[in-house]
T-cell receptor, first 111, second 113 residues
Framework: GNSVTQMEGPVTLSEEAFLTINCTYT??????LFWYVQYPGEGLQLLLKATKADDKGSNKGFEATYRKETTSFHLEKGSVQVSDSAVYFCALGDSSYKLIFGSGTRLLVRP | EAQVTQNPRYLITVTGKKLTVTCSQN?????MSWYRQDPGLGLRQIYY???????DKGDVPEGYKVSRKEKRNFPLILESPSPNQTSLYFC????????????FGSGTRLTVV
């Protein structure tokens, strides 16, 4: 069945460091891919998405490219801020409208 | 403001005491879903609904019930809660079509003692 695998956290970085959070997926067909962010005590917010191969999603300085050949959707940001500290979830949307989530990666950015 | 509203935000209850978590959306979305979030497991789907009076099981439906009598509301019912249902619950709704515009509620933290 469809599944999503994320790198385990926590990921601890200094402010202005480069961020990569790895995400790979297994799916039949042509799923859509998403990154969601969860700030402490809050619900999930859509960060970015890509609906087909080679699409690049971007938002708030974050980017991810839908790579069908490597079944990956890695999240990147060139310079993280303390306010980026949160839990990041990679997710796959299949044809049934269901979202399948990875286990989440906690990011901690230190000043 | 477009939103999904869940209530309550926090709930502590005892084993076996029936409870309902409410969920309401104001975006006229047809699709609604409940997820539970547990450490190390991410979010897992409990139930979903494609439209009024149409509901189906997700990956972890045991011990839960739902109903969809109106388009905007999708309550989650625990008829006899047990400690293994202690979790963080999220309701979500989405648009139809390929945009997959999921909107999540703020969550309900449930503790069953």
């Amino acid at each position: 069945g469809n599944s999503v695998t994320q790198m385990e956290g926590p990921v601890t970085l200094s402010e202005e460091a480069f961020l990569t959070i790895n995400c790979t997926y297994t799916a039949t067909g042509y799923p859509s891919l998403f990154w969601y962010v969860q700030y402490p005590g809050e619900g999930l917010q859509l960060l970015l998405k890509a609906t087909k191969a080679d699409d690049k999603g971007s938002n708030k300085g974050f980017e991810a490219t839908y790579r069908k050949e490597t079944t990956s959707f890695h999240l990147e940001k060139g310079s993280v801020q303390v306010s980026d500290s949160a839990v990041y979830f990679c997710a796959l949307g299949d044809s049934s409208y269901k979202l399948i989530f990875g286990s989440g990666t906690r990011l901690l950015v230190r000043p | 403001e477009a939103q999904v509203t869940q209530n309550p935000r926090y709930l502590i209850t005892v084993t076996g005491k029936k409870l309902t978590v409410t969920c309401s959306q104001n975006m006229n979305h047809e699709y609604m879903s409940w997820y539970r979030q547990d450490p190390g497991l991410g979010l897992r789907q409990i139930y979903y609904s494609m439209n009024v009076e149409v509901t189906d099981k997700g990956d972890v439906p045991e011990g839960y019930k739902v109903s969809r009598k109106e388009k905007r509301n999708f309550p989650l019912i625990l008829e006899s809660p047990s400690p293994n249902q202690t979790s963080l619950y999220f309701c979500a709704s989405r648009e139809t079509g390929a945009n997959y515009g999921y909107t999540f509620g703020s969550g309900t933290r449930l503790t069953v003692v």
